[in-house]
């Protein structure tokens, strides 16, 4: 796996921002739902805290949240300018800074885990439009194994995921239970879903099967892990742990719907990974596998926005080599003009991800019109397997 993000050119991007993409057109197959790879009726949120876990040595997380906002209270918000490593970043087309949660419903709770020492912002994009569709997403910077700090080993690392998920999900049920705090009320205690990219895509198998010592969550409903290793024979950096994969009797023991997203060209973490887990996840009820065909293993983050972002401060790609060495090659294979269109990327990410969860979380049927081979007969960039 790959660190995905850029190491110590954050200081030069304070006061700065970059524009996000725009939404594409959409086949829908099924009218009487919203299209699941645009932006839906609710305008989005964001806020960040820092809870404390007392029961694991006072370990603090920075957490990110996007949440849906009703239309009347989002008149006079700011827009949200992202944080990148504690530095001003871009400012969102569509996320509002700490605007109220939208109070006509309770909403889901989605759990979100970044990559091996990866950001909590790292896909921006599919934050805001899974909050717009009326999910809540929470975003846990992994102390110990981020961009920020990353003194962890390997195993310390995988033996942090799965308790730092479990320990968001105790925080913001919390908050929903609590008078004072702005998600009072505003959250399922049920119907809970986990994804995450690359080292985040084992988080999230990790929440429903165990790993790394840590047992499974009970409370989790359904995953979608990205890009995540099953088996460590097939990968370059090639580890010894027993925590760098998941055994057959793992992946036995996933008993909720699970989609596994990859792109072909990923040379990171071979998609033959998610062939794996695809035949030997056989208990769960809905086995989903969607491989973007032309996608590498940074088309699922917001790799072209950060390398936008730098260039719109007029740092070329000829000066990355001093501040952001750790952009260039990603940059190149996922952004350039021989790249499979990054555009497309995020929005069949988007679209699957979107159909998944409203399915399986909210229980939306109309949602298995976009779910089957014959919805992925109309999009050319798409393998697409269930059972």
Known sequence: MVRLFLIGFVALVAACSSDSGSNPETRAPEPSVDAPDELSSFAVGHGMFNPVDSERADRELLVDVWYPVDAEDAEDAEPRQYSLGGF?????????????????????????????????????????????????????????????????????AAANRVPDVSFVI????????????????????????????????????????????????????????VSGVIDAELQSDERTSPNAGFTQEQLEAIVVPTMLMGGTEDVNVFLENN?????????????????????????????????????????????????????????????????FPIEEANRLQNLYTVAFFRRHILGEEGYDAYLTPEFADTEPAINFQRK
């Open 275 to 339: 062939e794996i887990a695809f035949n030997q996840i056989v208990n769960a009820p809905a086995v989903y596998k969607v491989d973007i065909i032309g996608a590498n293993h940074t088309h699922f983050a917001s790799v072209c926005q950060f390398g936008e972002l730098l260039i719109g401060l007029g740092i070329e790609e000829d000066q990355w080599q001093v501040i952001a060495p750790d952009l260039i090659e990603p940059y190149a294979n996922t952004c350039g003009p021989d790249a």
């Open 170 to 225: 105790d925080t913001m049920l919390a908050r929903s239970a609590d008078p004072e705090d702005p998600f009072f009320g505003a959250i399922e205690e049920e119907g809970i879903g986990v994804l995450g990219n690359s080292f985040g895509a084992m988080t999230a198998i990790g929440m429903a099967a165990g790993w790394a010592g840590a047992d499974a969550d009970p409370r989790v409903d359904a995953i979608l892990p």
């Open 88 to 156: 001003p970043g871009q400012v969102s087309d569509v996320a509002l800074a700490d605007a109220p949660v939208a109070s006509s419903k309770k909403h889901h709770l989605l759990v979100f885990s970044h990559g091996y020492g990866g950001i909590g912002t790292q896909s921006i994009e599919l934050m805001e439009v899974l909050a717009s569709h009326g999910f809540i997403v929470a975003s846990p910077e992994h102390t110990g194994n981020s961009q920020t700090n990353s003194d962890d080993t390997f195993d310390e």
